[in-house]
C-alpha cells in the first residue's frame, strides 16, 4: 500500500494568521506577510510561509502544529469534525482506491463504516470558490495534473450521497461525468444533491464530440500535450476556470454592446462608481454623505444635484450608535417630499443580532459579499474605514489591498456604486496610503468653514467622469435647526471668485497669491491658466464665466 502526502496549499498561512488573530487579538506590528504580538517574549506568525513562533515557550511550526499545540486537534478534525479522515490513500493502481475512517479508539480501518466518507481530495479547497468533480479517482487524478482549480471526486451514484460535501458548501461546481450511461445518472443524482443540500451553484461540462464510448477526460488529455488539454476542455465548456487568463481580441471588443452606466446622481457619481468622500473628523462627512443617499433611496434632488430615479442604498455603519442614527435620518426624511425609507437598508456594528463585524477578517467580509448578493442594493456606504476595518496600519499599502480591494473587487463586478467615507491628515491630505486612491473613480475632500459651523466647502481631487466644467468645488450649507436643509452656493466656488478678482482690475500676479491664500488645496489656478481666464475674459462682451 502507497500513502500519498496530503497537499497543503498556500492558504493553510492565512487560516494560521487568521486563528492566531482569534486567539491573541490584533497584531501590534506587520511588516510585509510577518505579524508579531508582544515584544521579547511574543508571538509571530509569519502568512507567506505559513509559520508561526511564540517566543515564550519555544514552540513554533506551521498550522497543523498550531492546532495540535492550541487546539488540541488535526487539521481534517478542526476543519471537518472528529471520526472524519484525509482520503489521499491508494492501494495498488489503476481504479483500485481504498477508503479508511477512524473508529472511536482512533485507529484507521478499512471500508465506510457509520461514518460518511470525505470526498477524494477534499484537503485541497480550502480557498477556492471553484472546484470540479469527476466521477473517479483516475479521472480526478488526470485532470488535477493540468487544473488551475481542485478536482474531486466522491466515487460513482452509488456512493456519492455517501460522502460528506460539506467542505465545498456555497461554491461553484462543474461536473465532468464519463460518457456512458452511469456517468448520466451520477451527473443528474450528484447536481440535484450539491444544489439542494449543499447550495451549490453546479456547472454540467458538456461531453465533447470527440469522445468515444465510455471515454473520460483522462482519455482524452493523451490525445493533448498536457499544456493543452485542460484549456481546450475549458474552451469548450466556455468554463470560467480555466489556467490562462481570459482575453478577447479588439475586433471582437469593437463590435461587443456593452451597457452604459447610468447616473446615479447627475454629474456627479454613477452605476458601479467606486468613491473616497474624506474630511477631518467632525467636518461634515457622515452628514453630507448621510443626506446625499436619503435622497437618493427618495428620487429627489439634492443641493443642486440632479437625481434621475430612486435606487436602492445600504449603509454599512461603524461608528454611529442606533439612537443617534435614528435621530439623524429622521431629520433628513423631514425635508424630503414623499421620502422612501424602505428603500434605504442599515448593517451596524451595533446591532444585538447578526452585527456587521470586523472587515479585517476575510470571513466577516465574506459575510457582508453574501449579505450583499442577497439584498442587491445599487449603492454601498461604508461608513467609516477606521471603525468598521479597525486596519493594524493605516500607513501600509498591503493593509487596503489585503483587506479592502477583494470587496470593491466583488462591488466593482456587480456595477454597484461604493462610496467609502474615510479622514484626512492634519495635512488635509487622505490620511494613510495613497494606494486608496488608485481604483477610485471620485475622490471628494471636505473642510468645515472656520467662520461659520454650518458651511462646508467640498472639493474634487479626482474625478475620471467629470468633464473640467464640473470638477469645480462647491459649498454646502448644512443646518439642522429645523430638521436639515441644505443649499449648495455655486456663486462660492473658486472660479467664480476668480472672476471677482478680474472685474476688480487686480493684476494675474496678485490674483495668483490671493487664490494660493483663499484656496491652498484647488489645483488649475496656476499663473499661466489664471492669464488664459483673465485674456478669455477680457475679449467677451458679455463677460460671462467659461469654465
Not at 460518457?179 to 450528484?190: F, I, M, R, T, V
Not at 461608513?383 to 498591503?398: G, I, K, M, V
Request: with cysteine.
Amino acid at each position: 500500500m502507497r500513502v500519498m502526502k496530503t497537499v497543503i496549499n498556500e492558504d493553510w498561512g492565512n487560516l494560521l494568521l487568521q486563528e492566531v488573530k482569534r486567539l491573541k487579538g490584533e497584531p501590534k506590528s506587520k511588516a510585509g506577510s510577518s505579524y508579531r504580538w508582544g515584544t521579547n517574549k511574543g508571538f509571530s506568525v509569519d502568512a507567506e510561509k505559513g509559520l508561526w513562533q511564540d517566543f515564550s515557550t519555544g514552540d513554533g511550526g506551521c498550522y497543523k502544529d498550531f492546532l495540535k499545540i492550541y487546539k488540541n486537534t488535526t487539521i481534517s478534525e478542526y476543519l471537518y469534525g472528529k471520526n472524519t479522515l484525509k482520503v489521499r490513500y491508494q492501494n495498488g493502481s489503476g481504479k483500485d482506491f481504498r477508503f479508511f475512517k477512524k473508529d472511536d479508539a482512533g485507529k484507521l480501518t478499512f471500508g465506510q463504516g457509520d461514518t460518511q466518507l470525505m470526498p477524494y481530495n477534499f484537503d485541497r479547497v480550502t480557498g477556492f470558490d471553484e472546484v470540479i468533480i469527476c466521477e473517479g479517482e483516475k479521472t480526478t487524478d488526470a485532470m488535477q495534473s493540468v487544473s488551475s482549480v481542485p478536482v474531486l471526486t466522491g466515487g460513482g451514484a452509488k456512493d456519492i450521497k455517501n460522502r460528506n460535501w460539506k467542505c465545498i458548501h456555497g461554491k461553484q461546481v462543474m461536473l465532468c461525468r464519463d460518457n456512458d450511461d452511469p456517468g448520466k445518472e451520477w451527473e443528474q443524482e450528484l447536481s440535484e444533491l450539491l444544489t439542494y443540500d449543499y447550495d451549490c451553484k453546479v456547472l454540467i461540462a458538456d461531453i465533447p464530440s470527440a469522445w468515444g464510448e465510455k471515454d473520460d477526460f483522462a482519455d482524452w488529455l493523451h490525445e493533448y500535450k498536457e499544456e493543452d488539454a485542460f484549456y481546450k476542455w475549458c474552451l469548450h465548456n466556455n468554463s470560467s476556470m480555466k489556467a490562462p487568463l481570459e482575453y478577447a481580441t479588439f475586433d471582437q471588443i469593437n463590435i461587443a454592446q456593452y451597457k452604459e452606466p447610468q447616473w446615479l446622481v447627475e454629474n456627479f457619481i454613477s452605476e458601479g462608481d467606486q468613491a473616497i468622500f474624506y474630511a477631518k473628523a467632525g467636518h461634515g462627512k457622515s452628514l453630507f454623505t448621510g443626506a446625499l443617499i436619503s435622497n437618493l433611496c427618495s428620487g429627489h434632488n439634492f443641493a443642486g444635484f440632479t437625481i434621475p430615479t430612486a435606487k436602492k442604498c445600504l449603509l454599512v455603519d461603524g461608528e454611529m450608535s442606533l439612537p443617534e442614527l435614528q435621530k439623524r435620518y429622521r431629520g433628513y426624511f423631514k425635508t424630503i417630499k414623499d421620502p422612501r425609507m424602505d428603500n434605504l437598508l442599515l448593517m451596524s456594528v451595533f446591532f444585538e443580532d447578526n452585527p456587521v463585524g470586523n472587515l479585517s477578517l476575510p470571513e466577516n467580509r465574506q459575510k457582508l459579499i453574501k449579505a450583499i448578493q442577497y439584498h442587491k442594493p445599487e449603492v454601498v456606504v461604508l461608513d467609516n474605514y477606521f471603525t468598521l476595518w479597525s486596519p493594524s496600519d493605516h500607513n501600509n499599502a498591503e493593509c487596503w489591498q489585503e483587506e479592502v480591494m477583494d470587496l470593491l473587487l466583488f462591488l466593482r463586478k456587480k456595477g454597484i456604486a461604493v462610496i467609502v467615507i474615510d479622514h484626512s491628515n492634519k495635512g488635509q491630505s487622505l490620511f494613510g496610503s495613497s494606494v486608496k486612491v488608485v481604483t477610485m473613480d471620485l475622490v471628494l475632500r471636505g473642510e468645515q468653514s472656520d467662520k461659520e459651523d454650518d458651511l462646508y466647502t467640498w472639493h474634487f481631487e479626482k474625478a475620471r467622469k467629470l468633464n473640467s466644467d464640473n470638477r469645480n468645488s462647491f459649498e454646502l450649507r448644512l443646518n439642522d435647526t429645523d430638521g436639515l436643509s441644505f443649499s449648495r452656493n455655486e456663486k462660492l466656488q473658486p472660479a467664480y471668485r476668480l472672476r471677482e478678482l478680474f472685474d476688480k482690475d487686480m493684476s494675474i500676479r496678485e490674483a495668483e497669491t490671493t487664490m494660493k491664500d483663499e484656496y491652498p488645496h484647488e489645483k488649475g489656478f496656476s499663473k499661466s491658466s489664471i492669464e488664459r481666464y483673465f485674456n478669455q475674459w477680457g475679449n467677451d462682451d458679455d463677460k460671462d464665466v467659461y469654465f
